[in-house]
């Protein structure tokens, strides 16, 4: 086993392989010289869960298998990185290997802390409880829905950073649309609770969807954190993050978004910053105390909606980015913070958020984007997945 590689890459999500497909395509030295650890054998496109979650989609068709997104130029580690030693230019495996490398690319995505919340382990996929932040049991989003004969449907937002941030709330309107197709909105009370003081942070989209919750007749509660669940009782417990105070509501369906956070083993590591993130220069991706080290995707400290989408602005500047310093060139390339969040309104229906690190919005399309429009969902139920598998995947988009 090759135990050096000119670049190392932890991580085979989405960002690992972006960076390691956009390297391979730019520099064929490399070829052979990359290696990427990751431990499990499928990559999802995260994003479908949502579709799937909204019974349009079959859960099966969001993986591949890791081996066939993995750039053949590359090597495969599958292992779990267990620790760093940045001054050694090394890692080490749980299975106690050790790699050396001449350029690190730090990119393990985002933990979710399902014991956040205490309760919520025991019940979740039962009791009308779901999430579609977990492949094992999104497809109880939908029977959760399709099952539904009223009461109140709880949607949840958490008090910590989340990967797509507008996730939360799109399961909710596509809830909305199939309990009026199933004929049971009139008889349903459906309740958004956020620990957010607002529906979304950047005000153009926050206006659209502040028209679209009132159409729906939803009722919003912000700066409420969920903290309990007692599936067998329906209950959930929420703290009112202003006051401190406990409010015990009921429910014949929750969706829990889950606390996330950095992975343990980063926070553990000479990398993180006080808060457990990877800590890298908001503009050039590099490590902020280890020059050849660079991390990207939501296990970093950059302060933006944490994307996919944001992914695919930030992997060239982390691929320009290692092959001016490797050819002793200052880093010139610099990321604007771009994200974006498809925020499904309905079953035919999108809002597309576009918007970079001051909370302007940087859209891509000659239209207004904050208008819902039938194109949009379309375009992230068919267009993007392919994009994603045959194009950013490959490094060609
Ligand atoms: P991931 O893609 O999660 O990959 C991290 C990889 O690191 C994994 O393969 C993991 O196995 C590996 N890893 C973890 N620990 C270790 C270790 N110790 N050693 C080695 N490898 C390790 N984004 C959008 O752009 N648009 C959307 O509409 C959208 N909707 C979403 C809806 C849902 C329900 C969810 C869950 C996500 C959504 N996202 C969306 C977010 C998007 O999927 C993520 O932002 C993106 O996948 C993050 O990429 P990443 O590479 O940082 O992490």
Redesign the pocket.
């Known amino acids: 086993m090759k135990k050096h590689y000119t670049v190392l890459i932890?991580?085979?999500?989405?960002?690992?392989?972006?960076v390691a497909a956009r390297l391979l395509r730019s520099f064929k030295m490399l070829h052979g010289n990359i290696g990427i650890?990751?431990?499990?054998d499928v990559?999802?496109?995260?994003?479908?869960?949502?579709l799937v979650?909204g019974g349009v989609l079959d859960k099966k068709k969001t993986g591949r298998n890791?081996r066939t997104v993995i750039p053949k130029e590359a090597d495969w580690i599958k292992?779990?990185?267990?620790s760093f030693s940045p001054y050694q230019n090394s890692i080490t495996?749980?299975d106690k290997n050790i790699f050396t490398y001449d350029y690190l690319v730090v990119?393990?995505?985002?933990?979710v802390n399902w014991n956040g919340i205490k309760g919520l382990r025991e019940t979740l996929g039962k009791n009308n409880v779901c999430s579609?932040?977990s492949y094992e049991h999104?497809h109880y989003t939908w029977e959760t829905i399709r099952t539904f004969k009223g009461g109140n449907a709880i949607f949840t937002h958490p008090n910590t950073p989340?990967?797509?941030g507008?996730?939360p709330q799109?399961?909710m309107y596509l809830a909305e649309d199939a309990f009026h197709k199933s004929g049971v909105r009139k008889q349903s009370n459906i309740i958004f609770e956020s620990a957010n003081p607002a529906i979304f942070d950047v005000e153009k989209y926050r206006k659209s969807l502040e028209k679209v919750i009132e159409r729906k007749g939803i009722n919003t509660y912000f700066r409420e954190h969920l903290i309990e669940v007692e599936g067998e009782k329906k209950q959930a417990i929420f703290e009112d993050l202003e006051t401190g105070c406990r409010i015990k509501k009921n429910f014949q369906m929750l969706h829990v978004t889950p606390p996330m956070e950095a992975?343990t083993?980063?926070k553990n590591s000479l990398l993180a910053d006080e808060k457990g993130w990877i800590d890298v220069h908001k503009y050039t991706l590099q490590h902020k105390s280890f020059s050849n080290i660079f991390g990207?995707?939501?296990?970093?400290n950059l302060p933006t909606s944490?994307?996919?989408?944001?992914?695919?602005k930030q992997a060239p500047v982390v691929v320009k980015n290692i092959i001016d310093l490797m050819q002793g060139r200052p880093l010139e390339a610099q990321y604007d913070g771009y994200?974006?969040?498809?925020?499904?309104t309905g079953y035919n229906k999108l809002v597309l958020a576009e918007f970079d690190y001051n909370k302007q919005p940087k859209e891509t399309m000659p239209f207004n984007q904050a208008i819902e429009r039938r194109s949009m969902y379309y375009f992230?139920k068919y267009l993007?997945p392919m994009m994603y598998w045959r194009g950013m995947l490959k490094g060609r988009l």
């Open positions: 932890i991580g085979g999500g989405t960002a690992g392989i972006m650890v990751e431990p499990t990559h999802y496109y995260q994003p479908l869960w949502t979650g890791m292992a779990r990185v267990e495996t749980l990119a393990p995505g985002i933990q579609n932040y999104v989340v990967k797509c507008g996730a799109k399961i992975p083993f980063i990207l995707g939501d296990a970093s944490k994307t996919g989408a944001a992914i695919r994200s974006s969040c498809p925020i499904v992230k993007l």
